[in-house]
């Protein structure tokens, strides 16, 4: 079946611009991640969405950024006034409500330049 | 301050022999663990994870060990194959907490 889709797959930004990444989870996974994996870092954790709402968005580094899930399936991330600093790769994560393994399906990233 | 650590940043094994990848982490209120490979250009997959009322986990040539008093883990790949280069992260999560905290990684190289 299909797994976790992101697009873009590569997007390069000025400096100050607006961007939106975009996350399709697995069909009937409930749950969706939003991580940041910069240069020699693993995977940081940004917000987690169970159905329609942000669980937990600790993780967002400051108001510059938001995320939205309105169906409880596709989810976008926003960022605003990019700086430099935001260079990474964007990863999105589905899993199953209540799974136990905590398993979570990656997608294959989206990953933001800002110049 | 990084509450799961890889402190190998890579590791070269020859192919047909033991790979073994260590993770320590810092946070007592972990009771999940996990580890996860990535290739280039594509996201983390999910490998063999570990609760914390076990101190092994075996699934074919993959073994998680873990040690709660000295809070560390360990994942064995034996033996290991060409296929099995790549980034291994080891992760850990909170009991109800479905957030995963990641380590940096350690990159894997598995030698002809």
């Known amino acids: 079946g299909a797994g976790v889709s992101q697009t873009p797959s590569n997007k390069v930004t000025e400096k100050g611009k607006y961007v939106e990444l975009r996350c399709d989870p697995i069909?009937?996974?409930?749950?969706l991640y939003w991580y940041r994996q910069s240069l020699g870092q693993g995977p940081e954790f940004l917000i987690y969405?169970?159905?329609?709402?942000?669980?937990?968005d600790s993780g967002l580094p400051n108001d510059r950024f938001f995320a939205v899930r309105p169906e409880g399936s596709v989810s976008t991330l926003k960022i605003q006034r990019t700086e430099r600093g935001d260079s990474a790769v964007y990863l999105c994560a589905s899993s199953l409500q209540g799974s136990f393994s905590h398993e979570q399906y990656f997608g294959p990233g989206t990953r933001l330049t800002v110049t | 301050d990084q509450q799961v650590k890889q402190n190998s940043p890579s590791l070269s094994v020859q192919e047909g022999r033991i790979s073994i990848l260590n993770c320590d982490y810092t946070?007592?209120?972990?009771?999940?663990f996990l580890w996860y490979k990535k290739y280039p250009a594509e996201g983390p997959t999910f490998l063999i994870s570990?609760?914390?009322?076990?101190d092994k986990n075996e699934d074919g040539r993959f073994t998680v060990f873990l040690n709660k008093s000295a809070k560390h883990l360990s994942l064995h790949i034996v033996p290991s194959q060409p296929g099995d280069s790549a980034v291994y992260f080891c992760?850990?999560?909170?009991?109800?907490?479905?957030?995963?905290?990641f380590g940096k990684g350690t990159r894997l190289h598995i030698l002809p």
């Open positions: 969405f169970q159905g329609t709402g942000a669980a937990d």
């Open positions: 946070n007592s209120m972990f009771d999940y």
């Open positions: 069909s009937g996974h409930t749950a």
């Open positions: 992760a850990a999560s909170g009991w109800g907490d479905d957030k995963i905290i």
């Open positions: 570990i609760s914390s009322i076990k």
